[in-house]
């Protein structure tokens, strides 16, 4: 069994790539994904937003393959930006690596991230059933 997008008619649609909710099975595997941000696999952190945000999805990337899990199994991301004017250079890079995914979503702006050079933040919630 699959998860389960729940987009109620009762309600506003989504307004974007996302699920207003998801059900998982009863059987199977959770990956709870920290907050990655973009710092790529060297330590370095890209000066721009757009290198940042695809740093951020490689490394998600990155442990939902280790967990033998792709983007299909997210059930919940958040995201955290820094700037709002950002969303239009982080949405169609989030979109890439959603393909058809529509994983429950929260975006935040915030006014900082732990580091002052960290533009943005994406926790996630996967899961894989039995």
């Known amino acids: 069994m699959s998860l389960q997008r729940i987009n109620p008619a009762a309600m506003a649609q989504p307004m974007g790539l996302?699920?207003?909710?998801?059900?998982?099975?009863e059987q199977g595997r959770w990956l709870y994904i920290a907050g990655q941000v973009g710092v790529r696999p060297?330590?370095?952190?890209?000066?721009?937003i757009e290198g940042q945000c695809?740093?951020?999805?490689?490394?998600?990337?990155a442990v939902?393959?280790?967990?033998g899990m792709g983007a299909q199994d997210l059930v919940k991301i958040?995201?955290?930006?820094?700037?709002?004017?950002?969303?239009?250079?982080?949405?169609?890079?989030?979109?890439?690596?959603?393909?058809?995914?529509?994983p429950a979503s929260?975006?935040?702006?915030?006014?900082a991230?732990?580091?002052a050079e960290w533009l943005v933040e994406v926790e996630a919630v996967a899961f894989r059933s039995a």
């Open 78 to 102: 958040t995201t955290y930006l820094t700037d709002g004017a950002h969303l239009p250079v982080f949405a169609p890079i989030r979109a890439r690596f959603l393909g058809e995914a529509r």
């Open 113 to 115: 991230l732990a580091k």
């Open 54 to 61: 695809q740093a951020v999805w490689d490394n998600i990337g």
């Open 42 to 48: 060297d330590g370095r952190v890209p000066a721009d």
């Open 18 to 25: 996302y699920s207003q909710g998801v059900v998982a099975p």
């Open 106 to 111: 929260t975006l935040v702006v915030v006014s």
């Open 64 to 67: 939902l393959a280790e967990a």
